[in-house]
C-alpha cells in the first residue's frame, strides 16, 4: 500500500478516534498530512467499491480491501470541502488522483486532518513493513500486504 497524501507517518495509535487507534477496522497505518490543499490518490491499483468525499475503499484483483478515511469526523461536513474525482466502479491504478481536499480547513473546522489507511478483513501479521513514523510522499510506500 502507498501513501494517499504525503505528510508525515504516525500510526494508528495516534489517530484521535478510538475505532481507528485500536485497529476495530482493521491493521495499517496513519498520515498527519501536510496542511495544504492537496488530491488524495488511490494508495493502491483495484476497483472504487465505496467513494465519499471524506473516504473511499479500493478492492485489489486479489479481494484485498483498503479503507482510506481523510480526517476524523469528516462525515460530519457532508461533502463541503471535499471534491470527488472518480466513480464507485472505476477501474483505478496506485497514483489514481480520487479526492480534492485542504487539511488545513478541516483542522480549522475544529477537526483532525489524520488519514488512516486501513487494511479491512486483515490482521496485523498479515502486514509488513508498516510505515509508523517519518515523511512520506504521496505515493511512497506505507506497508505490504502478505
Not at 115 to 144: H, Q, T
Amino acid at each position: 500500500m502507498l501513501s494517499p497524501v504525503p505528510g508525515t507517518a504516525t500510526g494508528l495509535a495516534e489517530v484521535p478516534d478510538p475505532v481507528f487507534a485500536q485497529g476495530m477496522v482493521g491493521p495499517g497505518t496513519a498520515i498527519d498530512p501536510v496542511r495544504e490543499p492537496q488530491t488524495a490518490v488511490a494508495p493502491v491499483a483495484g476497483t472504487i467499491v465505496k467513494l465519499h468525499p471524506h473516504a473511499f475503499v479500493i478492492a485489489t484483483q486479489d479481494g484485498k480491501g483498503v479503507l482510506v478515511h481523510l480526517g476524523i469526523d469528516t462525515v460530519d461536513l457532508k461533502g463541503e470541502g471535499f471534491e470527488t474525482l472518480a466513480e464507485e466502479g472505476a477501474a483505478v491504478e496506485a497514483g489514481t488522483p480520487l479526492v480534492r481536499w485542504n487539511p488545513a480547513e478541516v483542522e480549522k473546522g475544529g477537526r483532525s486532518p489524520a488519514v488512516p489507511v486501513v487494511a479491512l478483513d486483515a490482521s496485523a501479521e498479515a502486514l509488513s513493513d508498516v510505515v509508523s513514523s517519518g515523511e512520506v510522499a504521496s505515493g511512497a510506500p506505507l506497508f505490504g500486504w502478505r
